[in-house]
């Protein structure tokens, strides 16, 4: 397993170095991050020219990105123009609260889909498995920002009608909260309810389909039959044999898709107006500020890589077919 996870790294570092030339190469050519600064009446070309240079953008593009990656091995993406503070510690704040939302919504959706698809395999065309389909159907169609509205509506109506707050639907926190830890934490995950939901509900939808359909390709196998000729019950039959190897193309998908729900993460942000990496993006983009949009993509770049990696791992764990391949 070991010798299995360096393979994995050695493609994984080169793949982010690629990564972040190519982000680096986008971002810095996409437009000029001093345009605010040239349109303000009485800006002289020396104050220009002297911004120009504090921000090294009188050096060539290579010479930027070798400076830039320098910086960033170290943890050091430079200041931030527009928030005017380090860009490390703005995305170390901001991507706290992100992976608060992305992660639970990720291992409560893993854990639904794979019980949903399991159930649905098992019990086949089942009044059950006809409901899941098609509320899966409904869900994996729905447009992120559209599902993350339609519930914020409606967590608003319930709290009118009760005559107090039990569905929390602005920001990720209370501010200025002295409840102590107990008080803290409750106010974190009655926040985190809705935008959680949001991205569950529509990664179930497609998730659950997927462990479905490898759950009813395992179960007509020769293994399968062997074991329960052996005399197993049903229940030993599925967990140490079927769900096993019907996990194997579950990992690989949701790994895949993780990119997915950091998107979808974006536009719940936006919705429920959390301060997290969503945010971040979408004002850095409005003020052009180039050091905090290389230092997102960059770490966004990263996760991405991180949990296809975890999955390659997890994948070699599941079939040992795959580390001595």
């Known amino acids: 397993m070991f010798g299995f996870i360096l393979r994995r790294l050695a493609i994984a570092i080169p793949i982010l170095f690629v990564a972040s030339f190519v982000v680096f190469m986008l971002v810095a050519t996409s437009g000029d991050p001093l345009a605010g600064l040239r349109a303000q009446p009485g800006v002289s070309a020396g104050t220009i020219k002297a911004r120009e240079h504090e921000l090294k953008l009188d050096q060539p593009l290579l010479q930027r990105y070798g400076n830039w990656v320098k910086g960033a091995v170290h943890g050091d993406f430079g200041e931030s123009q527009h928030f005017h503070e380090s860009v490390s510690t703005l995305l170390r704040r901001r991507l706290a609260v992100t992976l608060r939302l992305v992660l639970v919504a990720t291992v409560i959706g893993v854990l639904i889909a794979i019980a949903i698809g399991v159930f649905s395999a098992v019990r086949q065309y089942s009044v059950f498995d006809y409901g899941s389909t098609a509320l899966a159907f409904i869900f994996y169609s729905m447009p992120v920002f559209w599902l993350a509205a339609v519930l914020k509506d409606v967590g608003i109506r319930i ?22 830890l107990v008080g803290t934490w409750s106010d974190r995950i009655g ?17 659950s389909r997927y462990q479905r359909a490898t759950m009813l390709e395992v179960l007509h196998t020769d293994y399968v039959r062997a074991a329960r000729a052996k005399g197993l019950s049903e229940a030993q039959v599925l967990r140490r044999h079927a769900l096993r190897n019907a996990l194997i193309p579950v990992v690989t998908v949701v790994a895949l898709d993780f990119s997915t729900v950091l998107g979808g993460a974006i536009v719940t942000e936006t919705v429920f107006a959390w301060h997290g990496m969503g945010s971040l993006l ?44």
């Open 159 to 180: 709290n009118r009608a009760v005559g107090h707050t039990i569905f929390f639907t602005f920001g990720e926190r209370t501010p200025n909260l002295a409840k102590g």
């Open 191 to 207: 926040h985190l309810i809705l935008p959680s939901l949001t991205l569950i509900l529509i990664s179930v939808a497609g998730w």
């Open 282 to 325: 979408i004002e850095s983009l409005f003020e052009r500020d180039t050091n905090v949009i290389l230092g997102w993509l960059l770490v966004a770049s990263a996760i991405v890589i991180l949990f296809n990696l975890l999955a390659d791992i997890y994948y070699g764990y599941l079939d040992p077919r795959i580390r001595r391949g």
